[in-house]
């Protein structure tokens, strides 16, 4: 017989007897583990869920997360009503189609066979609690804090105005001042906070590729030549795949040639009737209209739960009419039963309501030749803020020109004032450069391939020197577009090729007319624009919708009407009286945020509402398809 197995196991007499001091060395461990977790939750750090898109695109609550179908772009679009606020059950609402950020194409969700068209839980941020212990947060601080009116509910905003301030928000901007006799000081944003906070406009590595197929001409377009030169020496290479510009040597090297950006885009009802016919009306190459505050994270269209789902299931017919995207792109369409019209809206006006004026432009551009300068261009309320670069030395020149004439712009010391600034670069013909040019809250700032550009004099301003209150408006002329085509790259005695053209603009705070209409206008400021517009047929027209969107659109693409519309001196502001230790904060979604602008009675969050300052996105959604993975792309700092 084999020999019995041997057990490893000693003898029961043999174990030794549990000695008490480890068994209280254990507990006293866990105890202790538990102490130091309840300390570092309470006055270290704590993780947070971001629940709405108040913060949007900075940080997100439940969205979705989209690649455009017609030009690739990525963008995210609320979800956030699909869901009880209260207690997080589902609404009678669902989350069907959006609108790209750069092309204003429609896309619908693919529920059924797409996992990314799932919607997403919002952003898991860790926040620290101890950074205001011994400091004081700073203005543009990503905070946490508990509402005033209900300390049950935490809330997290950007913080916007600081103790014993008065804060006034007009034309998209926040200014502020200790005492009432002190003049009104833009409240600037630094350069990471700039490039943190700024939204997309326009990308050239995205294009609608319908569209370009059909005739959509470059939203970048040589600017008329002066009579006797080459007309058109930019030349630009367009299709559904790629974007190039092309600068050739030897082309009037005595004078300026820029390319400009004009921007226009195709809205919903343009688009639907585009993919009918397949052609596109004539369209104007040099036509446009005003960069405005348009999100792409409140495009979201939604309809009824009932007509999607059938408890947490799908209805089998639902797939092939959500992926026909009837329900996104005719409002008229009865689809599956329902009139749109009354049960799916946007969540705020398709095309922006309200003008941007601070743009943020980027070139990804080769340099040949051995001489010549190339130039930067951004233009506001008619001014040219121009960058002008040697590309043999790489020397870096600040000029503002205000009808053809220079500005005593840059403060200079001694208290004096000057024409212009400089400062060296890296940039030299023969080489491939990224060029990013900004002027945000009245400041001039140059990064070259990444890094910020320090100049020799102070290049931030005041343009209320030269535009007063009633010229805060943008400006045209028939041989100057202006603000019509505010971003421009030139080259002047050298050869350029633009391999990627970029526009961001900076967030616009709406001074809200209520808590429930945000708009910097009123009804009886767009009947006073309508009634002065000479053309009947369009005031007829205009005077049957009387909404936000039709009017100012139509005032913001057609330039011959800036000098005299009310639009731009109708625009409202707002002032808050800040005590010490109250605290003033907005979200970057300044069109859906509740926030310290609305709140009834309590326009401020006092230091003790106080949780800390949000650090990093540690967990935003994972990405479902194609196998479950984390979205990498989105963790990073607070900024």
Not at 177 to 204: E, G
Not at 508 to 515: G, V
Not at 557 to 583: C, I, K, V
Not at 588 to 596: L, V, Y
Request: proline share 5%; hydrophobic share 40%.
């Amino acid at each position: 017989m084999p020999a019995a197995a041997k057990s490893s196991t000693p003898p029961a007499e043999n174990k030794k007897p549990a000695n008490p001091n480890t068994i209280r060395e254990t507990v006293e461990s866990v105890i202790v583990a538990f102490i130091l977790a309840f300390l570092f939750r309470a006055f270290v750090a704590e993780a947070f869920v971001i629940p709405t898109g108040s913060m949007a695109p900075t940080l997100m609550g439940a969205h979705k997360d989209t690649v455009c179908e017609h030009c690739g772009a990525q963008y995210q679009s609320t979800a956030s009503p699909e869901f009880d606020k209260d207690d997080g059950s589902f609404t009678a609402r669902v989350a069907v189609g959006s609108s790209c950020a750069i092309c204003r194409a429609s896309n619908a969700f693919d529920l059924a066979a797409n996992g990314n068209h799932a919607t997403f839980s919002g952003d898991r941020i860790l926040v620290s609690k101890f950074d205001y212990l011994f400091s004081d947060p700073k203005r543009w601080d990503v905070l946490v804090f508990k509402y005033p009116n209900d300390a049950r509910m935490n809330y997290i905003k950007r913080l916007v105005g600081l103790p014993g301030e008065q804060l006034r928000i007009e034309g998209g901007d926040v200014y502020v001042r200790k005492q009432d006799n002190d003049p009104w000081q833009i409240a600037r944003k630094p350069a990471d906070k700039v490039l943190a906070m700024m939204q997309v406009v326009s990308d050239t590595h995205h294009q609608p590729r319908d569209l370009i197929q059909w005739g959509w001409p470059s939203l970048w377009q040589p600017q008329a030549q002066v009579p006797g030169t080459p007309a058109h020496a930019w030349k630009i290479e367009q299709n559904g795949q790629a974007w190039k510009a092309q600068l050739p040597s030897g082309i009037g090297a005595d004078q300026t040639h820029w390319l400009r950006y004009f921007h226009k885009y195709y809205d919903r009802d343009a688009w639907r009737e585009a993919e009918q016919t397949h052609k596109l009306n004539p369209i104007d190459p040099h036509s446009s209209s005003l960069i405005t505050d348009f999100l792409a994270y409140n495009t979201t269209r939604f309809v009824d739960r009932g007509r999607i789902y059938n408890g947490r299931q799908l209805n089998s017919n639902i797939t092939s009419q959500l992926r026909a995207m009837d329900a996104v792109n005719d409002v008229d369409l009865r689809f599956d039963g329902i009139d749109l019209r009354s049960n799916a809206r946007d969540f705020t006006a398709q095309d922006g309501k309200h003008w941007v004026g601070d743009l943020v432009a980027q070139f990804d551009v080769a340099v040949e030749g051995t001489q010549g300068k190339l130039c930067l261009d951004l233009v506001e309320f008619g001014i040219h803020y121009q960058c002008e670069i040697d590309v043999a030395t790489g020397a870096a020149t600040l000029r503002a020109i205000d009808n053809g004439k220079p500005l005593s712009l840059f403060a200079a010391p001694g208290g004096q004032t000057a024409s212009q600034a400089s400062a060296s670069t890296a940039v030299r013909a023969g080489g491939r450069y990224q060029l990013r040019f900004a002027n945000i809250d009245d400041q001039l700032l140059l990064w070259v391939n990444g890094s910020l550009t320090t100049f020799d004099h102070a290049t931030a301003f005041d343009s209320h020197q030269y535009r007063a209150a009633e010229a805060r408006r943008p400006y045209w002329t028939p041989t100057d577009p202006l603000d019509a085509a505010p971003i421009a790259l030139g080259g002047q005695g050298c050869a350029l090729t633009v391999h990627r053209a970029q526009v961001w603009r900076d967030i616009y705070y709406i001074a809200i007319k209520s808590d429930y209409a945000y708009a910097d206008f009123d009804d009886s400021d767009l009947r006073a624009v309508v009634a002065s517009i000479k053309d009947a047929e369009t005031r007829s027209e205009l005077q049957r919708h009387m909404d936000e969107t039709s009017i100012t659109s139509w005032v913001y693409a057609n330039p011959e009407q800036w000098a005299t519309t009310p639009l731009f001196q109708s625009r409202g502001f707002l002032e808050f009286l800040l005590d010490e230790g109250e605290f003033f904060p907005m979200g970057d979604n300044s069109a859906a945020s509740s926030d310290a602008r609305a709140w009834f009675g309590h326009h401020y969050v006092e230091r003790r509402f106080l949780i800390g300052k949000a650090l990093l996105v540690f967990w935003p959604h994972k990405w479902n398809a194609p196998v479950p993975h984390p979205n990498f792309a989105r963790m990073g700092r607070i900024r």
